[in-house]
């Protein structure tokens, strides 16, 4: 997956489970954008927090 700023392909991953679901934290080194990705593509913030809310 590539960032949604610059393209650049070379992000750094961290995995991670929040609620029930497993996500990709990723942060570009290059402009310093942060995304969230599950295996089902990009998703925001908002859902992150949406997701940390359900147990
Ligand atoms: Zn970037």
Known sequence: ???TGCADTKLISIR??????????Q?????EINQWATHDG??????IL??????
Do not use: N, T
């Open 1 to 3: 997956m590539a960032c």
């Open 16 to 25: 991670m489970k929040i609620g029930v679901q497993d996500v990709v934290f």
């Open 42 to 47: 990009e998703i925001s913030l908002d859902e």
């Open 27 to 31: 942060r570009c080194s290059r402009c």
């Open 50 to 55: 949406e997701l940390a809310r359900m147990r």
